[in-house]
């Protein structure tokens, strides 16, 4: 009996140690905020991990932006740190600035994030904007290697977030969702960015007591919306020359025109001097000279058509994709000019001049 109870006490002993061993090991956990004031300085406000961080104006409702218009989001952050007076719920002021780094999750592809509407996804590149660095891309999932700074006695850091939707291929009108999860993370005060052995860690520090991070992270919504747009671009000043002997004039140029999502447009041309014909006028006479506008698209099928002054086309053309046609280099429409030897043969001055001024609308 008495072995029995000697290996019975052992035990006991040994459960007791295994616990008390387990209660001095340091934590691995990082004091945490859940953006209790998120607009405030952190003054009114208990725990110092609460009092610390503070992300103003994301989560709060939809975030919407407009396709061709501003594509920016503002917000600020406070990210501080208060010193202690004996206990948490003692501490007073945030006094302290923290550094923080960063990290942005959501539907992605590649290195861009993805909004979902009516015709599929539209793709975006996510920077962030702080008024002490350059802008820096955000990509999903991966914390961003600049470290961004706070500032002292819990002032917010006015920053905001810009869109940049893939152009290649204009999405059709509506509006485009997605659901972003943000994260912040305070840096540790006492690192080295030159010591290997005293790095400064920001994700993944265990200096509970000198910095935090936002749990959960935030929930930030983002509406895309797109509208039906147009845009002619790329037409340059033609400055043509009296041929000799006189024969027909002819001049042409390339420019662009884009709709959303490649939709149909007519076209109508306006001369300064016209009224029902395009018409040069005389520098310094009344004298006038007509010529004639043809307009042809050069995606299939090629369709051209012979223009009336102040009178919108019967055909129509497809828009481009591209809100500049790839950067002007697949321009998808054609303007002729051409002024008939005939009404070249008695000019009354010797320079004559006219704007065409040439308008667009989706059919």
Known sequence: MRASNICSLLTICLCILAMTVAALMPSAASAQSSNQDPCGDGSGIMPVAEKSLG?????????????????????????????????????????????????????????????????????????????????????????????????????????????????????APGIYRG????????????????????????????????????????????????????????????VLQMPNPLVDITAQQHFCVYTTASSDFSLRADSQNGNGEFLLGGVSSSDTIAYEINIQSELPPKKKAKLTEGVFTRKDWKGHASVDCSGYSDENMLLELTIPAANLANPQDYQYMDTLTLTVEMN
């Open 55 to 171: 992300v103003c104006g994301l989560d709060d409702t939809e975030q919407a932006v407009v396709y061709d218009g501003d594509l920016a989001i503002p917000f600020s952050i406070r990210s501080c740190w208060a010193d202690w007076e004996g206990n948490e719920w003692s501490t007073a002021y945030c006094s302290q600035s923290r550094d923080y780094t960063m990290e942005v999750t959501g539907p992605a592809q590649g290195q861009k994030f993805l909004l979902s509407g009516p015709s599929g996804n539209v793709a975006v590149t996510l920077k962030f904007h702080h008024p002490s660095t350059t802008a820096t891309t955000i990509t999903p999932g991966q914390v961003t290697s600049t470290r961004f700074r706070g500032a002292a006695n819990g002032q917010q850091t006015p920053v905001y977030f810009s869109l940049s939707p893939d152009t290649t291929v204009a999405p």
């Open 179 to 238: 659901t972003l999860q943000f994260y912040l993370y305070q840096c540790n005060p006492w690192g080295d960015p030159n010591n290997p052995y005293n790095p400064i860690i920001c994700k993944g520090s265990t200096a509970s007591d000198n910095r935090t991070e936002l749990n959960p992270p935030l929930s930030v919504d983002i509406a895309l919306v797109v509208g039906s747009s147009i845009r002619i671009s790329g037409l340059e000043d033609m």
